[in-house]
């Protein structure tokens, strides 16, 4: 469902408000959310980039590459946190504001608008929300494609498709730096790294790079 962030065209440094609306908004959420104000205390979030989600108006943020390692969680679900409102000061109207963890990370947001706003970041209402588990569908195009062996070291909700170059990748294993390990519908496996951005084509089996990353090894682009 979500992408981790690259290095591309468009790419600008989150602003303070975002931050604030988002560390106001956790603040109100049960204690159960509350440890993802650690990640924004550290400064984890750096950037954020339109248009990689598949939900309207999402932005996805981009990390600190010095700690992200630090909160990434890879056997933790995707979820999203939804019908939370907040106010816009430009139409005098609460707007849906939707946030997204995957891997245990925040990984980006919402606000379901399609004009100019002006989000007032305390007047938020968090009385109705819920959360709401991702099952990628982006999993089940490719399941065909994998062996028993791969099947069991893959974690489906890790699953979604990137598309580069006029290409469809889809994505499967994290790595360092938000690098990452993807295929294609003709099982060619690739390493897609941020800085600098690169697509290569590896040579090694699929069930090999998913085993040692299993065993905690790096993996060598």
């Known amino acids: 469902m979500w992408k981790r962030l690259f290095r591309r065209k468009g790419r600008r440094r989150i602003e303070q408000w975002e931050m604030d609306l988002l560390k106001n908004t956790l603040q109100k959420l049960p204690c159960q959310y509350h440890y993802l104000l650690e990640q924004i205390d550290a400064n984890l979030l750096e950037t954020?980039?339109?248009?990689?989600?598949?939900?309207?108006h999402w932005k996805t943020f981009g990390y600190n590459s010095k700690i992200v390692d630090r909160y990434d969680k890879p056997d933790e679900a995707?979820?999203?946190?939804?019908?939370?409102?907040?106010?816009?000061?430009?139409?005098?109207?609460?707007?849906?504001?939707?946030?997204?963890?995957?891997?245990?990370?925040?990984?980006?947001?919402?606000?379901?608008?399609?004009?100019?706003?002006d989000i007032d970041v305390v007047n938020i209402d968090t009385r109705y929300f819920k959360k709401k588990m991702i099952v990628s569908n982006d999993y089940?195009?490719?399941e065909k494609l994998l062996t028993f062996e791969e099947r069991?070291?893959?974690i489906p909700s890790n699953v979604y498709e990137v598309k580069l170059?006029?290409?469809?990748?889809?994505?499967?294993?994290?790595?360092?730096?938000g690098d990452f390990i993807a295929i294609d519908l003709s099982k060619n496996v690739y390493c897609i790294?941020?800085?600098?951005?690169?697509?290569?084509?590896?040579?090694?089996?699929?069930e090999e790079i998913l085993i040692t990353?299993?065993?905690?090894r790096k993996i060598d682009c």
Do not use: M, W
């Open 152 to 154: 069991k070291l893959i």
């Open 48 to 56: 954020v980039l339109s248009g990689l989600g598949d939900l309207p």
């Open 213 to 216: 990353d299993s065993c905690s």
């Open 78 to 117: 995707s979820y999203l946190l939804v019908n939370i409102q907040v106010f816009d000061k430009k139409s005098g109207k609460y707007l849906e504001y939707t946030i997204g963890c995957t891997s245990g990370t925040l990984a980006g947001y919402s606000i379901n608008c399609d004009n100019e706003f």
């Open 140 to 142: 089940f195009r490719i």
């Open 165 to 177: 170059e006029q290409k469809t990748f889809y994505h499967l294993v994290d790595l360092e730096n």
């Open 193 to 206: 790294t941020h800085d600098p951005y690169e697509i290569k084509l590896l040579n090694s089996s699929l």
